[in-house]
């Protein structure tokens, strides 16, 4: 059965430092796509990243980056120099190529960076 | 880019009546659409999926008469709680995919907050 483990719940930092959000998936499928999502407190999910399964290449966007690791069925990301608006929950999911409507979240960690 | 839409953002309603939320695809065309619902500080878990002119498809466990949900063309999808109680208070979001579920980008709403006096 597919499943989207995000073992922190809540991380805190100080502004700058670097964070690391972990998400480690479980599926049968070989052909597969990971998400990441951000809800700030307003509510509304913000798209970050989506990846399918035959792209290992980690991924860098500005202050983000994103580590996926199929040896160990992980998929992390990282913010470098944290913001206070990076505060946010942030989210992992999991879709499968036989079923790629549906979305399996993780259960998200919140992120809180303290100025 | 596409927008996904969802009116009203918060709703507060005597327990017993019924609530609609609407999804709206602003600038695309969505067969399909997905309602979700978060509990306070808990993960979104979907609840059905809304297909345009058909039935919706609801997940194990999701009472398909009390969350009714229309489709009745490509922009809207509704999502009706009928005869709400307090238990039914939680935030609903919807989304929809702009392009092919294998190459588009799938799309959430504002989500609707739900408060059930």
């Known amino acids: 059965a597919q499943k989207v483990t995000q073992a922190q719940t809540e991380i805190s930092v100080v502004e700058k430092e670097d964070v690391t959000l972990d998400c480690v998936y479980e599926?049968?499928?070989?052909?597969?796509?990971l998400f990441w999502y951000k809800q700030p407190p307003s509510g509304e999910l913000v798209f970050l990243i989506r990846r399918n399964s035959f792209d290992e290449q980690n991924e860098i966007s500005g202050r983000y980056s994103w580590n996926f690791q199929k040896s160990t069925s992980s998929f992390n990301f990282t913010i470098t120099a944290s913001q206070v608006v990076d505060s946010a929950v942030y989210f992992c999911?999991?879709?499968?190529?036989?079923?790629?409507?549906?979305?399996?979240f993780g259960t998200g960690t919140r992120l809180q960076v303290f100025p | 880019g596409a927008v996904v839409s969802q009116h009203p953002s918060w709703v507060i309603c005597k327990s017993g009546t019924s609530v609609k939320i609407e999804c709206r695809s602003l600038d695309f065309q969505a067969t399909t659409m997905f309602w979700y619902r978060q509990f306070p500080k808990q993960s979104l878990m979907l609840m059905a999926t809304?297909?345009?002119?058909?039935?919706?498809?609801?997940e194990q466990g999701v009472e398909k008469d009390k969350f009714l949900i229309n489709h009745a063309s490509l922009t809207l999808s509704t999502l009706t709680v009928t005869s709400a109680h307090p238990e039914d208070s939680s935030f609903y979001i919807c989304?929809?995919?702009?392009?092919?579920?294998?190459?588009?980008?799938?799309?959430f709403g504002e989500g609707s907050r739900l408060t059930v006096l």
């Open positions: 599926t049968r499928d070989t052909t597969y796509y």
């Open positions: 989304s929809a995919y702009a392009g092919t579920a294998n190459t588009g980008e799938l799309f």
């Open positions: 809304s297909n345009e002119g058909s039935k919706a498809t609801y």
């Open positions: 999911a999991l879709s499968e190529a036989g079923n790629t409507d549906k979305l399996i």
